[in-house]
């Protein structure tokens, strides 16, 4: 279908307005035990300096046994990947006014790496400087029906007591018919060679973008 009829349809933002979208502060944060989820964000990386935004990539700490991770060829190599991306901190989510999230599914749910470093933030909810981010996430499996869609659900539960602002990307853009129409967050299966079983490249990059977009939208708002 021509591109007139999907903007009209799904109120994609022009090129102009993509060119506008400045001054937003976004976190992308993963947990990655074989790299998918390192490649989920820095996709969403480029999406998000693509709108103008100004993009910190971080990941969360480590909570598995050194000497587990070491025995393991490909979770080392993750490790080994991404030992100079910086660990998250709360002062990181204070600076953000948008959080991406890219995690594997576990039985269903977020990783317990993930879940550890957002039962920490108490304090920054308690004196309200979670209210108002702006918010969305992305997942895996090693199976098209391996729990994708509930991991970004459990990742949403939290950041409605947080009182943040949860932007999906719906389908408001073709590239989600492509990468397994997930409206929910861009997520993607793993094959058992490691590697991609859908294209997301493009779908990862919208809702980057929309998230910007989004964001942008809140800060304004409130200045």
Do not use: C
Request: aromatic residues 8%; negative net charge; without cysteine.
């Amino acid at each position: 279908m021509a591109g007139g009829f999907w903007s009209k349809l799904f109120g994609n933002s022009s090129k102009e307005e993509t060119e506008k979208m400045t001054n937003v502060n976004l976190a992308v944060i993963f947990y990655s035990m074989g790299g998918t989820n390192v490649q989920l964000s820095k996709w969403a990386e480029e999406g998000a300096k693509e709108a103008g935004a100004n993009v910190k990539l971080f990941k969360v700490e480590e909570l598995a046994p050194e000497s587990v991770v070491q025995g393991n060829e490909i979770w080392k190599a993750t490790t080994e990947a991404t030992k100079d991306i910086p660990v998250v901190t709360s002062a990181d989510i204070e600076w953000a006014d948008a959080i991406i999230f890219s995690v594997p599914t576990r039985f269903g749910n977020m990783p317990s790496q993930m879940k550890q470093f957002l039962d920490t933030q108490g304090g920054l909810w308690a004196s309200g400087k979670t209210a108002n981010k702006v918010v969305s996430a992305m997942s895996s499996a090693q199976n098209s029906h391996g729990g994708q869609e509930a991991t970004i659900l459990s990742l949403y539960t939290s950041m409605m007591h947080w009182g943040a602002i949860i932007v999906p990307p719906g389908y408001t853009d073709q590239s989600a018919f492509s990468s397994g129409g997930n409206p929910y967050g861009t997520s993607v299966t793993v094959g058992q060679d490691g590697k991609m079983v859908e294209d997301v490249q493009a779908a990862v990059k919208h809702q980057a973008k929309r998230t910007v977009t989004v964001a942008e939208w809140v800060k304004k708002a409130n200045q």
